[in-house]
T-cell receptor, first 112, second 111 residues
Framework: GENVEQHPSTLSVQEGDSAVIKCTYSDSASNYFPWYKQELGKGPQLIIDIRSNVGEKKDQRIAVTLNKTAKHFSLHITETQPEDSAVYFCAAVTLGDYKLSFGAGTTVTVRA | EAQVTQNPRYLITVTGKKLTVTCSQNMNHEYMSWYRQDPGLGLRQIYYSMNVEVTDKGDVPEGYKVSRKEKRNFPLILESPSPNQTSLYFC??????????FGPGTRLTVL
């Protein structure tokens, strides 16, 4: 099955700086890569996703990049704000499936 | 508002006492699933359902049952809960475009 590795496990950044989280996947048949933000006491919330036919996608301060050859994808958060503090999960979905294979998560802390 | 709801949000029970966690979605999605979240182990799929009356095991199905009698509801059943099922449970609903939406979670403690 699919195996997703996520780094770093914790990330502390100064407010206004950028944060980058990286994930690698094992199954070359994976074609959908969502990112989730989980705040304390809440369920994971989909914040951005990318499909295998796209190299980069942006949504305001959030961007995701995908390198299919290397089988890795990254989340970039620019101009970080205190409300960006949360646990972020990457995931991968194999072609023809719906199941999410999650990374272990990154706890992001934005220091004021 | 598009949403996934689940109840109860918190539950403390004892070993062997059957319980059901309800889940409902209002997005008319065919695919629904249950995940459990444990420290150090991340989110793992328990069961999923492709459509009404179609369910199948995920990665960690032991000790759980599900049913899908209606499209909007997908309850998770623990017929004889054990302490190792103490966890945070999430119901999820997935669109045809693969976007998955999670419920708010149920924190279960089995004593």
């Amino acid at each position: 099955g699919e195996n997703v590795e996520q780094h770093p496990s914790t990330l502390s950044v100064q407010e206004g700086d950028s944060a980058v989280i990286k994930c690698t996947y094992s199954d070359s048949a994976s074609n959908y890569f969502p990112w989730y933000k989980q705040e304390l006491g809440k369920g994971p919330q989909l914040i951005i996703d990318i499909r295998s036919n796209v190299g980069e996608k942006k949504d305001q301060r959030i961007a995701v990049t995908l390198n299919k050859t290397a089988k890795h994808f990254s989340l970039h958060i620019t101009e970080t704000q205190p409300e960006d503090s949360a646990v972020y999960f990457c995931a991968a979905v194999t072609l023809g499936d719906y199941k999410l294979s999650f990374g272990a998560g990154t706890t992001v802390t934005v220091r004021a | 508002e598009a949403q996934v709801t689940q109840n109860p949000r918190y539950l403390i029970t004892v070993t062997g006492k059957k319980l059901t966690v309800t889940c409902s979605q209002n997005m008319n999605h065919e695919y629904m699933s249950w995940y459990r979240q444990d420290p150090g182990l991340g989110l793992r799929q328990i069961y999923y359902s492709m459509n009404v009356e179609v369910t199948d095991k995920g990665d960690v199905p032991e000790g759980y049952k599900v049913s899908r009698k209606e499209k909007r509801n997908f309850p998770l059943i623990l017929e004889s809960p054990s302490p190792n099922q103490t966890s945070l449970y999430f119901c999820a609903s997935t669109s045809d475009s693969l976007a998955t939406y999670f419920g708010p979670g149920t924190r279960l403690t089995v004593l």
